[in-house]
């Protein structure tokens, strides 16, 4: 019996001891093959947390360009600021400018090129007043818008409105000064020659002499002077000094039949023109500011 017991007592023990080496072996079958296995994944886990906080770091980073940017905003207002101050002082003197500088008086002068189409003026040798005078005109015309003052042609092509046409459209346009351009005829004659009214005034005998003493100074064969009425009569007007409002004369530039004057009227007529224009500009402001 006592034999038997320590068998069993042994048996059991036996198994006892089996099952706490299952259990064990068990525990650590299970729990360590992922501890082997994790620390791989888990570094770079780790890793890409890591990177992960790193593009967290980066974002700081583009906020700082991002609050760089509000720095620039700051700037580029600072511009803006500056362009403001350079804004306000141009708005504080244009007012001052508008106040102390007066509009520039401008002038209105009526140049007629004489005669043109079925009426050709003095003709000798194929030249024709109506050319000269039309091609002088034109270039008169130039010069005077050139200067910034207005111009009135009466005729602009070989047509031929009557004088009282040519009178009448100074007239309606209120131009300041009426110059008439022709060429003189008469052969063995040479010179310049400004006609004006009969009853023509001082001021605009004035204007007459000025506008010749001009073309003289540009260069003629010869001042012939200024002239009243008409050459058969000194109580008589030729038409457009008769029937025009302002003060107004004909130029005789030179005689159609003289080379020298021909030759003056080619080479001068730029010159002529300029002179024209210019005497045609300060008379009308001397007039104007006369009539004040
Ligand atoms: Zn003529």
């Known amino acids: 019996m006592k034999k038997s017991f320590l068998i069993l007592l042994t048996v059991i023990m036996s198994v006892l001891l089996c099952a ?24 770079t886990a780790a890793d890409s947390t890591d990177q992960s906080t790193g593009t967290a770091d ?23 600021s500056g362009t403001a101050d350079t804004v306000i002082p141009p708005e504080t003197v244009t007012p001052d400018t508008m106040v102390t500088t007066p509009p520039a008086p401008q002038v209105l002068i009526c140049i ?4 043109g189409g079925k009426d050709a ?33 009466t005729r602009t092509d070989d047509s031929y409105p009557y004088f009282s046409e040519r009178a ?28 004006v009214s009969s009853k023509a005034d ?14 003289a100074d540009v260069g003629i064969s010869k001042n012939r ?27 005789e530039l030179g005689f159609i039949q003289s080379d020298e004057d021909n030759r003056l009227y080619d080479t001068n007529m730029d010159a002529y023109a300029k002179a024209i224009a210019e ?14």
């Open 121 to 153: 003026g003095a003709v000798w040798d194929g030249r024709m007043e109506k050319d000269d005078s039309l091609n002088l005109a034109l270039k008169v015309a130039e010069q005077i818008e050139a200067l910034g003052h207005k111009v009135l042609l």
């Open 58 to 80: 980066q974002i700081p980073n583009t906020n700082a360009p991002n609050s760089g940017t509000a720095d620039q905003i700051p700037n580029t207002n600072a511009p803006d």
């Open 225 to 251: 002077g200024i002239k009243k009425g008409t050459v058969s009569s000194a109580n008589e007007d030729y038409f457009v000094n008769k029937l025009t409002d302002m003060p107004s004369c004909i130029i």
């Open 168 to 195: 009448d459209l100074a007239n309606n346009a209120g131009a300041d000064l009426f110059i008439s351009l022709h060429r003189n005829s008469f052969e063995g004659a040479k010179g310049v020659e400004i006609w």
């Open 20 to 43: 706490c080496f299952w259990d064990s072996s068990a525990d650590d079958g299970s729990t360590i093959p992922p501890a082997t296995d994790n620390p791989g994944t888990s570094d």
């Open 279 to 292: 005497v045609a500009i300060s008379e009308a402001l001397r007039m104007e500011d006369q009539a004040k």
């Open 202 to 215: 001082d001021s605009t005998v004035d204007f007459a002499e000025t506008l010749l003493d001009a073309l």
């Open 112 to 115: 007629d090129p004489g005669h």
